[in-house]
Each structure stands twice: as structure tokens, then as C-alpha cells.
């Protein structure tokens, strides 16, 4: 939904309405708030209403990184309804209800919003979870609520830096004193990054992330960039310790045309699911690689797949099993790929595996990242980004790759 709705700012946000209820805190209740490990406190204090805990809106998201103004925290006084603007993101709802629009999507809440006698609106606290992605827990024996940000959204939120030119994120969540970088141009150590950053602030740069898996410590995110006017595919790979970015690798590759079947490096299936297989599937994947790609049995090869069903965005290829088939024969006949495999890392959630691997494509050693989506079983989709691994006298760390 992009179009704004009209809307009645006021001073403080939120007016009572004496068509809506409002409700008084409880005194006794002395409920914290602790966001990333810090306790906030704030003048409107948080309450409890039918076993349900209410945390003040404003206060809260303000300290969540939403802007504290009435471009982006916006009261419509005719509908008594609250609208949150945060990047690309619309949040919708009114007063009373227990559903709110996230974009285009309708969330139901456990609760509803409600108003407080100095008029303030409160939210249920999985608001934050269920509409904002944090981690919301309650501990009832200390009365606290704890709001978290995810690793996936610490990643994100780096990521986007490059877009921003803001290095408040990457201040926030890469570690002062261990930052491992990979990335073989850049020095490791979180400074040289955020000087970057700062470089990049007008620079039109874009970082449109299309998938981001978690495993343990790992993150990694899949999407296009437009650096300067010249579109790439990458893939980032963050590494957390405590809470913070400790190494980062990646993977580029130049945004091609689309493949024969008209798919691109990007595009294709984004949801996350199956999260009861994640183990399954990382097996699967395991097992695909070193039969496949590391010669162990690559007549397995066609048994991974459900019959011919199969997407590739790989530049090269089009759909199915057959052309893939065809397409490897042809690439070994003309020595394009040589030897085998040696894989790095195996990262996985639920319907998608990424597989970090070294190979020799053309007689030049390179670094392979393959995504996997996974359906009943079966490979069903696939994504791919191959980067040459530059001579050792080039590198500005002394990491590797890998």
C-alpha cells in the first residue's frame, strides 16, 4: 500500500477519543522493558490489561529506530488509527482492533491497542514480535519484557548501510575489536568498513535484499546491488558472537540477463519454510555435493530431483534436469569446469541450504556459492554466484576466501 492516508497530526501523537476506551495503569504492576540487554525507561511506564502486557508505542519504536516525528509516526484522528512509516515499510492500524496491515499483509494481534488516561497508545508487547520481527519475551518472575533484534535484522541493517551511507548499524552490531573480513579487498577490522560506508553516502547506491537465512552464528543474505550504476548479484555471510559481528564473507558476481528460461540471479522463491526440515535438508544438500560435485557418485545426480521439475537462475542454464545435464557435459567437454570441488561451509534454514565452496572454472580458482531451495525432498530450485579468487598479492587481508 503506498498511498499515505490522510491524516490529522497532533501534538504527543495521541489524543483521547471519548468514543475509546481508555485504561489506567496499574501502579503495582512496575513492569521493565530491557531492549538488546539495556533496561529503557520511560515516562509512560508499561501496564497490564487482561493478562495481556502494554508497552507504549512511541517510546518503544522510537528506541527500535523509527523516527521520532509525525512524518513517521502519523495519528489520524477521524479513524483513530496509528500509521508507522520506516524505510519501504507501512505499518496500518486502528485503535480498538486486533489487526494491523504490514505492507500489504494483514496481521492479527493478541491484542488490541488501547488508549491511556494521558492519551498515549499502548500495544500489545508481541506487536514488536508479530509486526516489527523482534524477539519479544516475558519473564514473569523479574516482570520484564525483552525485545531483541534478531540476528537477521542485524544483518540486514548492516547491509542496508551501503544504502543509507549511515554507519550507526554497523556501529551498533560489528564488533569493535574482532571483525574478520574475507572480502579480499578490504582490511579486517570494522573501521575501514564504516570509512566505506561513509564514502558511499549519495552515492545512489542500492542493496535490495532478496533472501536471508539463519543458522547458529551464521546469517546469510542473498541479493542485488547497484554500485555506481553497475548491478551485481551477492551473497554476504555475517559470523556472531555475543550478540555481534565478529567475520563477514561475500561473493559477487555481475547481475547478467536473464537465463533461457528468463530467470535472473535473483529472482525466484523468497519464503523461508519448513523449518522442521532444516536438518534434513542440510543433509540432503551434504550429500548431493560430494556425490555431485565432488565426484564421489555423480550418476546420483537426476535422483535428486522430482522428475525434470527444476528452476535455475544460473545465467547460462535454463530449467529442468535434463538441460542441466546437457549443460555440465558440454562444460567439461570444453575444460570450463576441471577437477572437484572442495566445499567450505554448509549453511541452512528450513526450504533453503547455501553451500560454500572452492572450484576451477576456466583454469581460475574460484569461490562458488550455491543456494538450494528444497521441496518434499527433492532440489527444486537452485542459485549460484562464482567470483575468481584474486592472486595472493592482491589481497588486503590475509584471511583468504574461505
Request: charged residues 25%; contains cysteine.
Given at each position: 500500500?503506498?498511498?499515505?492516508?490522510?491524516?490529522?497530526?497532533?501534538?504527543?501523537?495521541?489524543?483521547?477519543?471519548?468514543?475509546?476506551?481508555?485504561?489506567?495503569?496499574?501502579?503495582?504492576?512496575?513492569?521493565?522493558?530491557?531492549?538488546?540487554?539495556?533496561?529503557?525507561?520511560?515516562?509512560?511506564?508499561?501496564?497490564?490489561?487482561?493478562?495481556?502486557?502494554?508497552?507504549?508505542?512511541?517510546?518503544?519504536?522510537?528506541?527500535?529506530?523509527?523516527?521520532?516525528?509525525?512524518?513517521?509516526?502519523?495519528?489520524?484522528?477521524?479513524?483513530?488509527?496509528?500509521?508507522?512509516?520506516?524505510?519501504?515499510?507501512k505499518i496500518y492500524f486502528r485503535l480498538g482492533s486486533q489487526e494491523a496491515n504490514v505492507g500489504d499483509n494483514l496481521i492479527s494481534l493478541p491484542?488490541?491497542?488501547?488508549?491511556?488516561?494521558?492519551?498515549?497508545?499502548?500495544?500489545?508487547?508481541?506487536?514488536?514480535?508479530?509486526?516489527?520481527?523482534?524477539?519479544?519475551?516475558?519473564?514473569?518472575?523479574?516482570?520484564?519484557?525483552?525485545?531483541?533484534?534478531?540476528?537477521?535484522?542485524?544483518?540486514?541493517?548492516?547491509?542496508?548501510?551501503f544504502e543509507t551511507g549511515d554507519p550507526a548499524a554497523m556501529e551498533k552490531w560489528i564488533s569493535p575489536d574482532t571483525y574478520i573480513q574475507h572480502?579480499?579487498?578490504?582490511?579486517?577490522?570494522?573501521?575501514?568498513?564504516?570509512?566505506?560506508?561513509?564514502?558511499?553516502?549519495?552515492?545512489?547506491?542500492?542493496?535490495?535484499?532478496?533472501?536471508?537465512?539463519?543458522?547458529?552464528?551464521?546469517?546469510?543474505?542473498?541479493?542485488?546491488?547497484?554500485?555506481?550504476?553497475?548491478?551485481?548479484?551477492?551473497?554476504?555471510?555475517?559470523?556472531?558472537?555475543?550478540?555481534?559481528?565478529?567475520?563477514?564473507?561475500?561473493?559477487?558476481?555481475?547481475?547478467?540477463?536473464?537465463?533461457?528460461?528468463?530467470?535472473?540471479?535473483?529472482?525466484?522463491?523468497?519464503?523461508?519454510?519448513?523449518?522442521?526440515?532444516?536438518?534434513?535438508?542440510?543433509?540432503?544438500?551434504?550429500?548431493?555435493?560430494?556425490?555431485?560435485?565432488?565426484?564421489?557418485?555423480?550418476?546420483?545426480?537426476?535422483?535428486?530431483?522430482?522428475?525434470?521439475?527444476?528452476?535455475?537462475?544460473?545465467?547460462?542454464?535454463?530449467?529442468?534436469?535434463?538441460?542441466?545435464?546437457?549443460?555440465?557435459?558440454?562444460?567439461?567437454?570444453?575444460?570450463?569446469?576441471?577437477?572437484?570441488?572442495?566445499?567450505?561451509?554448509?549453511?541452512?534454514?528450513?526450504?533453503?541450504?547455501?553451500?560454500?565452496?572452492?572450484?576451477?572454472?576456466?583454469?581460475?580458482?574460484?569461490?562458488?556459492?550455491?543456494?538450494?531451495?528444497?521441496?518434499?525432498?527433492?532440489?527444486?530450485?537452485?542459485?549460484?554466484?562464482?567470483?575468481?579468487?584474486?592472486?595472493?598479492?592482491?589481497?588486503?587481508?590475509?584471511?583468504?576466501?574461505?
Amino acid at each position: 500500500m503506498k498511498k499515505r492516508i490522510a491524516s490529522c497530526v497532533v501534538t504527543g501523537l495521541f489524543l483521547i477519543s471519548s468514543s475509546m476506551p481508555a485504561f489506567a495503569s496499574d501502579a503495582k504492576a512496575d513492569i521493565k522493558i530491557m531492549i538488546d540487554g539495556q533496561q529503557e525507561t520511560y515516562t509512560d511506564a508499561p501496564m497490564m490489561q487482561n493478562n495481556q502486557v502494554l508497552l507504549p508505542l512511541r517510546a518503544v519504536v522510537t528506541k527500535l529506530g523509527f523516527q521520532d516525528d509525525n512524518e513517521h509516526i502519523v495519528w489520524n484522528a477521524a479513524e483513530k488509527s496509528v500509521t508507522l512509516h520506516k524505510d519501504n515499510t507501512k505499518i496500518y492500524f486502528r485503535l480498538g482492533s486486533q489487526e494491523a496491515n504490514v505492507g500489504d499483509n494483514l496481521i492479527s494481534l493478541p491484542a488490541a491497542s488501547v488508549l491511556s488516561e494521558n492519551g498515549k497508545t499502548y500495544v500489545p508487547a508481541d506487536f514488536f514480535k508479530q509486526i516489527l520481527g523482534k524477539q519479544v519475551t516475558w519473564d514473569a518472575s523479574s516482570k520484564s519484557v525483552s525485545i531483541t533484534t534478531s540476528k537477521k535484522e542485524k544483518a540486514t541493517l548492516v547491509l542496508k548501510s551501503f544504502e543509507t551511507g549511515d554507519p550507526a548499524a554497523m556501529e551498533k552490531w560489528i564488533s569493535p575489536d574482532t571483525y574478520i573480513q574475507h572480502n579480499l579487498a578490504f582490511p579486517s577490522g570494522r573501521e575501514t568498513v564504516i570509512g566505506a560506508i561513509k564514502q558511499l553516502k549519495g552515492a545512489g547506491v542500492t542493496y535490495d535484499i532478496k533472501r536471508v537465512i539463519e543458522d547458529g552464528d551464521y546469517v546469510a543474505a542473498h541479493a542485488e546491488v547497484n554500485l555506481f550504476g553497475s548491478k551485481k548479484a551477492v551473497f554476504d555471510i555475517f559470523r556472531f558472537e555475543n550478540g555481534k559481528i565478529v567475520e563477514h564473507w561475500d561473493n559477487l558476481q555481475d547481475l547478467a540477463a536473464p537465463n533461457p528460461s528468463g530467470h535472473s540471479l535473483v529472482d525466484g522463491a523468497t519464503e523461508v519454510a519448513d523449518l522442521d526440515k532444516t536438518e534434513a535438508n542440510k543433509a540432503l544438500i551434504n550429500q548431493f555435493y560430494k556425490d555431485v560435485f565432488m565426484g564421489e557418485n555423480p550418476a546420483a545426480f537426476p535422483t535428486y530431483y522430482n522428475g525434470d521439475n527444476y528452476t535455475q537462475h544460473n545465467p547460462m542454464i535454463g530449467d529442468g534436469v535434463s538441460t542441466v545435464m546437457k549443460a555440465f557435459e558440454e562444460f567439461a567437454k570444453q575444460g570450463v569446469i576441471s577437477g572437484t570441488s572442495t566445499m567450505h561451509k554448509l549453511i541452512g534454514e528450513g526450504n533453503f541450504v547455501l553451500v560454500i565452496s572452492e572450484s576451477n572454472f576456466g583454469g581460475k580458482p574460484s569461490a562458488v556459492y550455491d543456494l538450494f531451495r528444497v521441496d518434499n525432498g527433492k532440489i527444486a530450485e537452485h542459485w549460484d554466484i562464482i567470483e575468481v579468487i584474486p592472486p595472493k598479492d592482491q589481497w588486503k587481508n590475509e584471511n583468504g576466501k574461505f
